[in-house]
């Protein structure tokens, strides 16, 4: 009933237009009345249905740091029974108790949204957004109204937002409507751990996924296509043949399959000794960590892998579809190998040179000016600075 009720709202334009218009203006009125508590935190990742990602990364540094040793913190979850979070309390997304929470808070940490859709930030609320991706294919304003992408009524009020590079910032800066001057150039604060997980790290990592050591692992992590849809909404086989991929790859890599809960289902996808499925294994830097190379296509995951130096591959088999639908602000296939016939990038990773897809992955790292190593540090340090504490 509730995934029906906030399907609805969210593209049935009339009904948002109510939701965002009469419960934006209540808690706001609401806000006039609620007391803000200066040392309590709301975090959420993706919406509140994930405990990981920067949020998470910020999260674990701040119950280290001195200056927050007071502070408590509430995560927000669609299904606070199925997380575990030690040191936090838990709250169901959309319930009272979460939006009177919010309105208490004195600093909000997400990578989306927290405002469900909404538009009720007090004044004095600190409003920390990591994002979760960078700036492949577009988003916000940029993004064509014939998208069926949910779209908010509201601005994103944020003090403080994260990015990889200059060019991002600025971006993201006009597309979400937010100064400039917001803007933290720090790199993604999920992206810390990627440059100091140690070797044992990994192969703990590589044991618990029971991954052989006498192989190297491709990490196969597109993204999601919204439009590949058939007329009753089911989502579209994408024109992947696994078990051509098995012939031909099975004797020297084992694949991890990434993808959309969907895109897995309709692929029938079931575990064997070449290819596995991990979408939903919960920690996606562990994945990039144990593999040896990534194919993807219009994922910001790219970027994030380009830090470790390993090759990179693209596999965009429907780039013009996807470039008319979505659009993009560059052609990845300019920075990156690749190609969008099946046959043609399984004969490339047979054959490939590791040392010069290394060099050209450090290539596109440098031509991007990717950020790394100290990005919690950082945003800790732009938090603290903004509350005055020391």
């Known amino acids: 009933m509730r995934q029906f009720v906030v399907a609805a709202i969210k593209y049935v334009r009339p009904l948002y237009y109510v939701y965002f218009y009469v419960v934006s203006c209540f808690l706001k009125l609401c806000g006039i009345l609620v007391r803000q508590n200066g040392k309590l935190v709301l975090l959420s990742s993706f919406g509140g249905k994930k405990y990981d990602d920067s949020p998470k990364a910020i999260y674990e540094k701040m119950c280290k740091d001195v200056r927050f040793k007071d502070f408590r913190f509430v995560w927000a979850f669609h299904n606070p029974d199925c997380f575990d979070v030690p040191g936090a309390a838990k709250v169901k997304t959309d319930s009272w108790e979460y939006f009177l929470t919010a309105l208490r808070a004195r600093i909000w940490i997400t990578n989306s949204s927290l405002e469900r859709g909404l538009s009720f930030k007090p004044k004095n609320t600190l409003y920390l957004n990591t994002w979760h991706g960078s700036t492949i294919k577009k988003m916000g304003s940029d993004i064509d109204a014939r998208n069926t992408s949910f779209r908010s009524l509201g601005k994103m009020k944020v003090d403080i937002m994260t990015a990889q590079n200059e060019e991002q910032a600025n971006i993201f800066s ?217």
């Open 174 to 390: 006009r597309v979400f409507e937010i100064p400039r001057e917001n803007f933290l150039v720090c790199g993604l604060p999920r992206n810390d751990f990627l440059l100091s997980a140690t070797p044992d790290y990994i192969d703990r990592i590589k044991e618990h996924l029971n991954l052989p050591k006498n192989k190297k692992i491709i990490l196969y992590a597109p993204t999601f296509r919204e439009f590949d849809r058939d007329s009753r909404g089911v989502i579209l086989k994408p024109p992947i043949d696994l078990k051509k991929w098995e012939t031909v790859l099975a004797d020297e890599y084992v694949l991890l399959f990434r993808a959309h809960y969907e895109v897995a289902a309709v692929l029938g996808l079931a575990t064997n000794e070449f290819c596995r499925d991990v979408t939903d294994y919960p920690e996606l830097n562990d994945l990039l960590l144990v593999a040896d190379l990534l194919i993807s296509d219009y994922s910001s995951i790219v970027f994030d892998y380009a830090l470790l130096e390993k090759p990179i591959f693209h596999y965009c088999y429907d780039y013009d579809r996807y470039e008319s639908k979505r659009g993009m602000y560059r052609d990845i296939r300019e920075y990156i190998d690749g190609s969008d016939k099946e046959d043609e990038l399984l004969t490339m990773l047979k054959n490939m040179d590791w040392q010069s897809e290394r060099v050209r992955i450090k290539c596109f790292k440098e031509t991007f000016s990717l950020q790394d190593g100290h990005a919690a540090d950082e945003v800790l340090a732009a938090i603290a600075k903004h509350l005055q504490i020391s």
